[in-house]
């Protein structure tokens, strides 16, 4: 089969919702994000599946990103390592990823192996300040680590106010 066909296939298998996927820890490295070959896509511990597309938290009209993906959702990298090698930069180029916390994007960008980083071109960054605590080091780690993205497209960062009833 031709490569251009090949990357079509993959990029209709491998490009989810416009509205991107969300990633969040539970003190570890998203499981989508880890350095070695997906060995398990199943059991994905602390991603849950959530299809829905809504208003965001924030009412800005964004549509709520997938949180997690569903268990054979990339099973096609699994394949062979010649699928792997030729499908994985269309899902890191392809698809939005949501970043919930500063430290959950300097953790999973610092570790992710650069041949995959090369491929991430858009990036949102959404802080939510009333649960989450302000840490000017994670910030700096964050934004270290998002600037080393050399072909970054487009880079969203929200944040949410903590105390609205205050006024603008």
């Keep these: 089969m031709p490569k251009e066909l090949r990357v079509m ?6 490009t989810f919702p416009k509205s991107g996927i969300g990633l969040q820890t539970s003190g570890r490295v998203p499981a989508l994000l880890k350095t ?6 199943d059991g994905c511990d602390p991603l849950r599946v959530d299809w829905y597309q809504a208003k965001s938290a924030y009412d800005d009209g964004w549509a709520e990103p997938v949180i997690g993906l569903p268990h054979n959702a990339l099973a096609i990298l699994l394949t062979c390592r010649e699928i792997f090698e030729e499908s994985m930069p269309v899902f890191y ?12 994007i300097g953790r999973a960008l610092t570790r992710l ?4 980083l090369q491929h991430l071109t858009r990036i949102t960054l959404a802080l939510d300040f009333v649960t989450q605590k302000a840490d000017l080091a994670l910030w700096a780690k964050a934004m270290r680590a ?23």
């Design 146 to 168: 998002t600037a080393a993205i050399k072909h970054i497209k487009e880079l969203r960062i929200s944040a949410r106010d903590p105390h609205p009833e205050w006024g603008a």
């Design 9 to 14: 296939i993959y990029e209709f298998a491998l």
């Design 36 to 41: 070695s070959l997906i060995k398990r896509i």
């Design 113 to 116: 192996n650069p041949g995959r």
């Design 93 to 104: 180029k392809n698809n939005l990823f949501h970043f919930y916390r500063s430290s959950t």
